[in-house]
C-alpha cells in the first residue's frame, strides 16, 4: 500500500461528486486486495474486495479498478455522501510459502462537503 | 456487524505493567489476528491464530504474547509494557488465512 508520512493524503468531494481514491502497491506478486473504510473511533470496514485474475469489480456505488501493469488500485465511489467521509486504505495479499502475508497501507482522508 | 468484542475499550497503564487485551467472536471464524495501528503507518500484524491453541509470530511481536484456549477468545499480553507499545490495537477475524474480514473497534492503550 502507499507509504506516507504521518500526515495521510486528503481528498474532499461535494456531496453528489464521485470520488477516486488510489493506492498503489508493493508486491507484483499480491493475488488479492481488500479495500477498507475506517471511520473515527471505529475499526476497519471491509467494502470490496479484488483478485489479480480481474481488473475491475463492481458493488454497491463503490468500483474496484486493478492496474496489475503499474501495480495500482483505485476505488471509485458514486455520488459520494456525507457518511461516506472516513479513511480508505487497500491491502494487498502476498503470497509467501504455505501462507500469506496481508500488508496495509496507511489510508487516504475523504471529506465529503455537504 | 462481525460479533466481535474487544475490551478495554481504553486503558492508562504505566511503565513496566502487565497488560491483557481480549478478543471474543461469535462468528466461529477459525483464524483470529492482533494488530496495531501508528500513525504513519499501516495496520501491523503483532500474532495471530489459526485454531484453538494455535498461534504464530507476526511482524511487530517482540514483546507481546497471545493465547487462545477456546474458539472464540483470543487475548494479548504485554508481559512488561513499554511507552512504544502506545498504540489503537484492533483484533480482526476470517475464514481465510491470512486475510482479515472483520475487525473489532479498537483498544486505546497508553503507557505512560
Known amino acids: 500500500g502507499e507509504s506516507v508520512g504521518l500526515h495521510l493524503p486528503t481528498l474532499s468531494v461535494q456531496e453528489g461528486d464521485n470520488s477516486i481514491i488510489n493506492c498503489a502497491y508493493s508486491?507484483?506478486?499480491?493475488?488479492?486486495f481488500i479495500w477498507y473504510k475506517q471511520e473515527s473511533g471505529k475499526g476497519p470496514q471491509f467494502i470490496i474486495d479484488?483478485?489479480?485474475?480481474?481488473d475491475k469489480r463492481q458493488g454497491q456505488r463503490v468500483t474496484v479498478l486493478l492496474n496489475k501493469t503499474v501495480k495500482h488500485l483505485s476505488l471509485q465511489i458514486a455520488a459520494t455522501q456525507p457518511g461516506d467521509s472516513a479513511v480508505y486504505f487497500c491491502?494487498?495479499?502476498?503470497?509467501?510459502?504455505?501462507?500469506?502475508?496481508?500488508?496495509f497501507g496507511t489510508g487516504t482522508s475523504l471529506t465529503v462537503i455537504p | 456487524d462481525a460479533g466481535i468484542t474487544q475490551s478495554p475499550r481504553h486503558k492508562v497503564t504505566e511503565t513496566g505493567t502487565p497488560v491483557t487485551l481480549r478478543c471474543h467472536q461469535t462468528?466461529?471464524?477459525?483464524?483470529m489476528y492482533w494488530y496495531r495501528q501508528d500513525p504513519g503507518h499501516g495496520l501491523r500484524l503483532i500474532h495471530y491464530?489459526?485454531?484453538?491453541?494455535?498461534?504464530d509470530k507476526g511482524e511487530v511481536s517482540d514483546g507481546y504474547s497471545v493465547s487462545r484456549s477456546k474458539t472464540e477468545d483470543f487475548l494479548l499480553t504485554l508481559e512488561s509494557a513499554t511507552s512504544s507499545q502506545t498504540s489503537v490495537y484492533f483484533c480482526?477475524?476470517?475464514?481465510?488465512?491470512?486475510?482479515?474480514?472483520?475487525f473489532g473497534d479498537g483498544t486505546r492503550l497508553s503507557i505512560l
Open positions: 491491502a494487498e495479499n502476498f503470497p509467501r510459502g504455505t501462507g500469506n502475508q496481508f500488508y
Open positions: 508486491n507484483s506478486a499480491s493475488d488479492y
Open positions: 479484488i483478485r489479480s485474475n480481474m
Open positions: 462468528e466461529n471464524h477459525r483464524y
Open positions: 491464530s489459526y485454531g484453538v491453541k494455535d498461534t
Open positions: 480482526a477475524i476470517g475464514n481465510r488465512g491470512g486475510q482479515p474480514q472483520h
